[in-house]
């Protein structure tokens, strides 16, 4: 089975903006199958290591968990959100300057303990506070939370400038909506 085309190639990001936007991205939306078949997708913070992206969750047996199991292919989301601007007469005329990223995966539970460690010595660096006088690399229950690590198969990001206001209106109009009169 080919991977589908990216429908607007004229906003593809390239492969080293696509892996820049992963590395300082804040948080993501991770999105598994259920049983139903229904779509799953929850918020969480994340890091990569290793090449792969690591999530956790609590240690309890839930529907995220129950998905997992069941499917490992899953869907990553990340994005930054710019601005609405105005390209032309009308409401609908509006677009959004934007970066997203979007991966598709295999997820697997990690048993590892030492590996648990560097996820959550990473988490606590990339989400910590640096002026935090508790003590580091202390994680007293490491095993009551549930480590996920993604084998990214394949990634895409996109993106949209804000144009400068030359470029939107009323200053250019780029009207799309056709024979329209106000």
Known sequence: MSSPQLRRADRQMSGQGANEM?????????????EDGYPYCIPLLYIRMHGEVYVHTGGGRGHFRACVERE???????DELDQVFDYG????????????????????????????????EALMVKYGKPDTERPRGFFPRLDAITVYAIAIERMT????ALPPLSEQWPAKDRTKTPNARP
């Open 157 to 160: 990001g996109k993106e949209l």
């Open 72 to 78: 490992a292919r899953v869907c990553f989301e990340i």
């Open 22 to 34: 992963l590395e300082r991205g804040f948080s993501a939306r991770l999105a598994t199958v259920g």
């Open 89 to 120: 007469r009308f409401e609908c005329d509006s677009g959004l300057a934007y970066q997203s990223v979007i991966l598709f995966g295999r997820i697997r539970i990690v048993e590892d303990k030492a590996v648990k460690q560097r996820f959550c």
